[in-house]
């Protein structure tokens, strides 16, 4: 698994974040290598002419566009986003662990008030990083919430 890059402080991390993706998209052509993106980005809906915060929330999803800002282009003009986090690797291994991700972590689901968007399914609550600070630990606990899951199901029957 590669990292693009973790860091402890989210206000630097959306300008160096970018510029690895795009470094790594010109550099390397991961996109034509069948590479794919998870990225955890922090949205902030803004409301009106005065921009005030209407609503704050984490998103958790996958890309194989060439990079971040290109999934940014996508979201409403309303939001303001700020990147977090991104792991590269392999397409079909990001986008099953993107699956599992939304599969495991339903807890801490949010349900944006901006809600005429694609992937506002995809959106978890501010407690997600106090829990996992990165998607890297996300990724680290999938096991051990499958173990339990499985574990669940079987009492269950």
């Known amino acids: 698994m590669e990292t693009a890059t ?9 300008g160096s974040l970018l510029a690895k993706s795009r470094e790594m998209t010109l550099k390397h052509n991961w996109y034509e290598r069948e590479r794919g993106q998870i990225y955890l980005f922090k949205i902030t809906h803004l409301k009106g002419r005065n921009k005030t915060v209407n609503d704050v929330f984490y998103k958790i999803g996958y890309t194989n566009m060439p990079d971040l800002q290109s ?28 699956q599992l991700i939304h599969k495991h972590f339903r807890q801490f ?49």
């Open 6 to 14: 973790t860091a402890t402080t989210a206000r630097n991390l959306s």
């Open 109 to 157: 689901k949010h349900k944006p008030k901006h809600c005429k968007w694609s992937g506002a399914d995809e959106c978890y609550t501010l407690c997600l990083l106090d829990s996992y600070p990165s998607l890297n630990s996300l990724i680290t606990a999938l096991p051990e919430l499958m173990r339990a899951s499985n574990k669940q199901t079987a009492q269950s029957l």
């Open 71 to 98: 999934r940014i282009n996508y979201l409403p003009q309303c939001f303001n986003v700020e990147i977090i986090d991104c792991i590269i690797m392999d397409k079909l291994k990001a986008f099953y662990t993107e």
